[in-house]
């Protein structure tokens, strides 16, 4: 089964630095473009982060635009999503997406997310 | 940037009502544009990629159409598991370009 499962999530202080993680099973890893994705509580999806196949090219939304890094290890199936100097509008349940084949821009497998608090 | 409403931001239905949701762009996207459902607690899960094209394994009672700037997603007889919330997506063939609807609640 193709699977996302992330983790790293939890309380922390604004400005603050937090690593997550989203580790993938069932695929072939290293061929898929991935994603992060956000939902802040009861609003909606923001796109946040995108990274290549090979982690050679790299996008992110202005909002986290020189706070937020992402990367990834194809050898261990992995993704990365490095956060620093947190605020309190980053408080948000972060998805990894795969990116799926063909010529659409479609999330075609999300993992269950991880939740990130950031308060005081 | 390209901007996306959807209306109605939620709508009351019942069982075997037939569901449209519509998701308007600021600019045409050339049938660049997804629809994913979202049940309380989940995450998104992709139903509808390039406007029209039904993932594997999702109902055959939804269905999506459009061009240009208007797009729908239309749901032929609300089943019980489909109550949840749905949401657009355009994309214009680059990594940054995506953007996501504000979300449209059944309920």
Not at chain 1, 16 to 45: D, H
Not at chain 1, 56 to 73: E, I
């Amino acid at each position: 089964e193709e699977e996302l499962v992330e983790s790293g999530g939890r309380l922390i202080q604004p400005g603050r630095s937090l690593r997550l993680s989203c580790a993938a099973s069932g695929f072939t890893f290293n061929i898929y473009e991935m994603n992060w994705v956000r939902q802040a509580p009861g609003k909606g999806l923001e796109w946040i982060s995108y990274i290549s196949s090979n982690g050679n090219n790299v996008y992110y939304a202005d909002s986290v635009k020189g706070r937020f890094t992402v990367s990834r290890d194809n050898a261990k199936n992995s993704l990365y999503l490095q956060m620093n100097n947190l605020r309190a509008d980053d408080t948000a349940l972060y998805y990894c997406a795969r990116r799926g084949v063909g010529a659409s821009i479609a999330f075609d497998i999300w993992g269950q997310g991880t939740m990130v608090t950031v308060s005081s | 940037d390209i901007q996306m409403t959807q209306s109605p931001s939620s709508l009351s239905a019942s069982v075997g009502d037939r569901v449209t949701i519509t998701c308007q762009a600021s600019q045409d996207i050339t049938k660049s544009l997804n629809w994913y459902q979202q049940k309380p607690g989940k995450a998104p899960s992709l139903l509808i990629s390039a406007a029209s094209d039904l993932e594997i394994g999702v109902p055959s009672r939804f269905s999506g159409s459009g061009s240009g700037t208007d797009y729908t997603l239309t749901i032929r007889s609300l089943q019980p598991e489909d109550f949840a919330t749905y949401y657009c997506q355009q994309y214009d063939h680059n990594p940054l370009g995506v953007t996501f609807g504000p979300g449209t609640k059944v309920d």
